[in-house]
């Protein structure tokens, strides 16, 4: 599944509204370790991503400050997770591909387990 682009912040609420489970990355273009992890946060989108249930999206936070203010961005890159519509208290702070690679995987399970709930009723 691709990596959805943030361009606004009515589109990042929209993408919350709409999607159980959202991984959401924090970057900036002038981000060297932004783009040294950026690979990684698009492989686990291919990988765990569940259409109309698990999304990952991304945004520059000098092209959408305010979503930057309001999650409270103070490092990059930062990521964030949100679950019906709340920010969840999973993060992870800079380019650290083994605790991002473990929190989306938690959330992928969460949001299976939430699809397979869904499908049996």
Sequence with gaps: MPVVTITSKDQ?????????FVA?????SWCGPCKAISPLFVKHSD???IDSTYAFAKFDTD????????????SLPTFYFFEN????DSSVTGANPPAL???????SEKAKAKGAAV???
Excluded: H
């Excluded at 990042?12 to 159980?20: A, S, V």
């Excluded at 959401?24 to 900036?28: E, K, L, Y």
């Excluded at 519509?85 to 969840?88: L, V």
């Excluded at 690679?101 to 959330?107: D, G, I, P, S, W």
């Design 101 to 107: 690679k473990k929190t989306v995987e938690e959330v």
């Design 85 to 88: 519509g709340d920010k969840t």
């Design 24 to 28: 959401v990355q924090a970057s900036a």
């Design 47 to 49: 990988t765990l991503g």
């Design 63 to 74: 092209d959408v400050p305010d979503l930057a203010m309001e999650l409270g961005v103070r």
């Design 12 to 20: 990042f609420d929209e993408l919350i509204k709409k999607t159980p």
């Design 119 to 121: 499908s049996d009723n």
